[in-house]
């Protein structure tokens, strides 16, 4: 499958969510076609004939398995509409601003802000993918900084506020675009975790521009193409690397939309690189809907708008990123 298209392999909009997927057999028809690509394939004998069952099961006709669309993925055996799946699914991942638990609620009609809050973050925790491919390519520069997240602070610079800090690296294509994103928490501002972090997410040989910080001159060191520009005494230091500071800027804009309680998960860098990729025409593959993991399910925290005070509003915003649940944490296969 390449590039995914819109209004071809995924809907535009949510009049097509809902002609797309009226009932359950055109769900389950759409989940076949992103299971089974090229048709399906029994996963013992390895055969591709079969015939549908009345219970909406694939039979091999060769050994007779019955094998379920659905199997190994967050719907396993799920009691909800997959009509109601794949409509929270188009939310969460087309909306610039963000789904937060209670609009996912309202917008779809649970009972109780309990239920949205833990489809919510399945829904994140499906669509983190640690085996990705790497940013950048030999025409495809990288831009790699650090950003601050936790509200306004007055007189102090972003480094010492205590704010957390995220790691950026974002693909520039072309002078007026951007390409794939990738974001990851720092354990602090400065330090050298954002060289590994470039190393890590980076094709070896691409071409990576930072600011002028001497410590990200050792990645022509590490294989790569290292350009700097100094932005202290630039005229304009929003010019210096436009493509993070873009992406800082929608990134705290989709906080501001999801971020309506004092603790969430350090997927949330993740949930907003792929709710971006969708929102420009490239949303996550088809294997977001293949995390198997079913861990027990949480207890959600109570809705509460974040204090007025700007010392609470980082501390939370730190613990936003920072504090994980780690017996609910799971990847995407």
């Known amino acids: 499958m390449g590039h995914p298209v819109g209004g071809a392999d995924y809907p535009r909009t949510l009049p097509e969510v809902r002609q797309w997927f009226p009932d359950e057999d055109a769900c389950l028809d759409y989940l076949a076609r992103l299971r089974w690509p090229e048709g399906f394939v029994c996963p013992r004998c390895g055969q591709t004939k079969a015939w549908r069952t009345s219970a909406q099961r694939w039979m091999c006709t060769a050994c007779g398995r019955q094998t379920s669309v659905t199997a190994g993925t967050i719907f396993h055996r799920t009691r909800t509409p997959l009509s109601t799946w794949l409509t929270a699914m188009w939310l969460v ?11 996912l609620q309202q917008n779809l009609g649970f009972g109780s802000y309990e239920t949205a809050w833990a489809w919510l973050h399945k829904l994140r925790r499906a669509m983190v993918r640690p085996d990705r491919d790497r940013l950048g390519r030999p025409d495809v520069p990288v831009e790699v900084d650090e950003t601050f997240i936790g509200g306004v ?6 480094a010492g506020t205590g704010k957390a800090t995220v790691m950026i690296a974002v693909e520039r294509p072309g002078p007026h675009r951007l390409g794939r994103v990738r974001l990851e928490v720092a354990p602090g501002p400065g330090t ?16 990576i521009r930072t600011d002028g910080t ?11 193409t290292h350009t700097y520009v100094t932005g202290y005494d630039a005229v304009d230091p ?28 350090p997927t949330c860098p993740t949930t907003w690189t792929n709710t971006r990729s969708a929102s420009t025409g490239a ?3 088809p294997a977001a809907c293949s995390s198997t993991d079913s861990p027990s399910k949480p207890s959600p925290p109570t809705p509460t708008l974040w204090p007025a ?5 980082h501390r939370r915003t730190s613990e936003y990123f920072t504090q994980a649940d780690t017996k609910n944490r799971c990847s995407r296969s």
């Open 214 to 224: 001497r410590m990200f001159r050792r990645l022509g060191d590490m294989g790569f």
């Open 93 to 103: 991942t087309s909306t610039k601003n963000g789904v937060s638990a209670a609009g």
């Open 192 to 207: 050298l975790s954002v060289v590994e972090f470039a190393a890590r997410v980076v094709e070896p040989g691409s071409t």
């Open 153 to 158: 602070s007055h007189g102090r610079p972003g």
């Open 309 to 313: 005070s700007p010392a609470r509003n």
């Open 283 to 285: 949303p996550p593959a």
């Open 238 to 265: 929003t010019a210096v690397l436009p493509g993070v500071h873009r992406v800082a800027s929608l990134l705290k804009r989709w906080l501001t939309g999801t971020c309506t309680t004092a603790r969430a998960t």
